[in-house]
């Protein structure tokens, strides 16, 4: 079993909708989780580090973390065209190395 | 702007050859990371460096090799190259072990 998994879409939404983006991950001991942004041909982008269970919002962007089903979440509000990219979930690898390991990412658009 | 800088941007090559790619981390990072992203198979740990000593190893060839130098640049070394090393190669930086990283632009090699 990958240690995090994420469908990889591509996911369509209208502009101004609120977009789910989610994540599993097997290793309950996991204690912090990032989300990534990536656009086209582009480097990863920090978006947010989410250290503890729970909502942490940054601006129109929300993540949040459910360690009984072992369950990442970005959202998004008031979705923009300038959201479409590639979002992508990180966690620590398990055995103390801490390498962010990464899900395949799902491709969002949001058209106008 | 990450501050992470790699260079060169693009690099196109023939199957045999080598190839160095440079990687110049955030100002006061000592961990470095490289990626390599290809379509099919997603953003993959190939070799972390911190205070210029290796420190963990993912899915990296034998035919690749890295470094990170006192001035804390890293350089990434493919030798005997394939069709199938044709990817992204992205550096990416961070403070300390914990995993809060950050990438670089990337280096396109396109392998012909």
């Known amino acids: 079993q990958k240690e995090v998994e994420q469908d990889p879409g591509p996911l369509s939404v209208p502009e101004g909708a609120i977009v789910s983006l989610n994540c599993t991950y097997s290793n309950s001991a996991f204690q912090y989780f990032m989300w990534y942004r990536q656009y086209s041909r582009k480097g990863p982008e920090l978006l947010m580090y989410?250290?503890?269970?729970g909502n942490k919002e940054d601006g129109r962007f929300t993540a949040q973390v459910d360690k009984s089903s072992k369950y990442i979440s970005l959202f998004i509000r008031d979705s923009q065209p300038s959201d479409s990219a590639t979002y992508l979930c990180a966690i620590p690898a398990s055995g103390g190395s801490y390498i962010p390991t990464f899900g395949r990412g799902t491709s969002l658009i949001v058209h106008p | 702007d990450s501050g992470v800088t790699q260079t060169p941007k693009h690099l196109i090559t023939a199957t045999g050859q080598r190839v160095t790619l440079r990687c110049s981390p955030r100002s006061g990072d000592l961990s470095v990371y490289w990626y390599q992203q290809s379509l099919d198979q997603g953003l993959q740990f190939l070799i972390q460096?911190?205070?210029?000593?290796?420190?963990a190893k993912g899915n990296i060839l034998e035919r690749f090799s890295a470094q990170q130098f006192p001035d804390l640049h890293s350089e990434l070394n493919l030798s005997s190259l394939e069709l199938g090393d044709s990817a992204l190669y992205f550096c990416a930086s961070s403070s300390d072990l914990t995993g809060e990283a950050f990438f670089g632009q990337g280096t396109r090699l396109t392998v012909v």
């Open positions: 460096y911190y205070n210029g000593e290796e420190r």
């Open positions: 989410t250290y503890s269970s």
